[in-house]
């Protein structure tokens, strides 16, 4: 989740070359941008969570473990949507904006296999517009049945004075789910070998939008216009709904052992990941084995953003992370199409990326991805890509914590 951040004046792409005359322009390349750039310190971030966590053990995790009895857990998990309610009071788009909130807290809080049971929310504005409090409330009952929940309550705050112009609302929410003791999924199985599924995400679902709307506003384009290489608007492309991941886990989970799950939402693959693994173990990424919306493309290279920097900040196409043993990850690839053998476990610390030697160079693109995002390994391949993700050294370089 993000706070709010003013974006200032910024200037165009295109600058004249007064050396040049009137006649003709010099294209100038944007400084490399940076999430920190846009307002959000992801170190800064880590360092308050850690503080916090001296003081109460057991915070960092995807959600809150409370012991029920001899038997069972309940899961909690608490979140916002952030700056893409920017988006959405710029586009009058409130309908989906609840699906947003409801899928960051039910994706939490099933990555330790628990099954959500209700839901609780808090919309706040400075003045209450009943019909547009109305569309946002709906989107959390839609993402309510999408995560298999209930809304059980909630509340509305009209604070009058308190937001500035162009704040319609905020909202929050908290998502209570149960599970046995013994189906808890802590990564605490995880071993070196073991592999990484990847689920795809819809888009950026709810996070790094402080970049993205500051790479927006230094481009020479708006909201409304056609995504370059795609058939949707930017707008489009950014406001869709987060993936509500709850259903298709819960069905995995049900007849495969997972012994890990990570959500990916602020912080990307390198910040996420590290959160599940036994200390001594880390995760080699390999680049290009999955595809890539073609809205991260075009933040990239309209913003200049480095591959590190993308790879912190964004999901970049996968939103959901699940690590299994390679058998166990065949039976998953096959069944729940598309799906994406991305890495696998290593001894280390951190993440590692890798590229792919028989990549395309297209970073969308790789062995066994076509242009809609299916995978289409084959068994043999998917044996053949599991040897070279164990054996081949990393080549790119290695980020994270």
């Not at 905020?170 to 070998?193: P, Q, R, T």
């Not at 075009?298 to 953003?305: E, H, I, M, T, Y």
Request: proline content about 5%; some cysteine; overall charge negative.
């Amino acid at each position: 989740m993000e706070s709010f951040q003013s974006i200032a004046s910024l200037p165009p792409l295109a600058r004249v070359d007064p050396s040049a005359g009137f006649s003709r322009r010099k294209e100038w390349r944007l400084p490399a941008l940076t999430y920190k750039d846009a307002g959000v310190d992801i170190d800064a971030g880590s360092e308050l969570v850690r503080r916090i966590a001296a003081k109460a053990p057991g915070i960092g995790g995807f959600g809150g473990l409370y012991s029920v009895g001899e038997d069972s857990y309940e899961v909690v998990g608490t979140d916002g949507v952030g700056t893409k309610l920017k988006l959405a009071f710029e586009m009058n788009a409130h309908d989906t904006i609840g699906i947003d909130l409801v899928a960051m807290n039910v994706n939490d809080i099933v990555t330790t296999g628990a099954r959500p049971m209700y839901f609780l929310d808090q919309f706040s504005t400075g003045h209450l517009d009943t019909e547009i409090a109305e569309k946002a409330i709906r989107g959390i009952l839609e993402g309510c049945n999408q995560g298999g929940c209930k809304l059980s309550g909630g509340k509305v705050v009209e604070n009058a004075g308190l937001y500035p112009d162009g704040v319609l609302y905020e909202m929050s929410g908290c998502a209570v789910g149960s599970l046995n003791k013994n189906a808890l999924i802590d990564g605490s199985k995880i071993v070196s070998g073991d592999v990484l599924v990847g689920l795809p995400s819809t888009g950026l679902h709810s996070n790094g939008y402080s970049l993205a709307r500051r790479i927006l506003s230094m481009s020479n384009l708006s909201l409304k216009d056609q995504l370059p290489g795609a058939d949707v608007t930017i707008g489009e492309a950014l406001i869709v709904p987060t993936k509500i991941y709850v259903k298709q886990v819960l069905d995995i989970i049900s007849k495969v052992e997972v012994k890990g799950m990570a959500h990916i939402t602020g912080g990307g693959l390198t910040d996420n990941l590290p959160r599940i693994f036994p200390a001594g173990l880390g995760a080699k990424i390999r680049m290009g084995s999955w595809h890539v919306p073609q809205i991260f493309n075009w933040l990239k290279d309209a913003g200049n953003v480095e591959e590190e920097e993308m790879l912190r900040t964004f999901n970049m196409g996968i939103g959901m992370v699940l690590v299994v043993e390679p058998r166990v990850a065949d039976k998953i690839l096959e069944e729940y199409a598309p799906s994406y053998l991305i890495g696998t476990v290593i001894q280390g610390k951190g993440v590692v990326y890798d590229r792919l030697s028989t990549a395309s160079s297209d970073p969308c693109k790789g062995p066994g991805v076509t242009n809609e995002g299916v995978a289409t390994l084959d068994a043999d391949s998917q044996q053949e890509l599991l040897q070279r993700l164990a054996g081949q050294p990393p080549r790119l370089f290695p980020i994270g914590k």
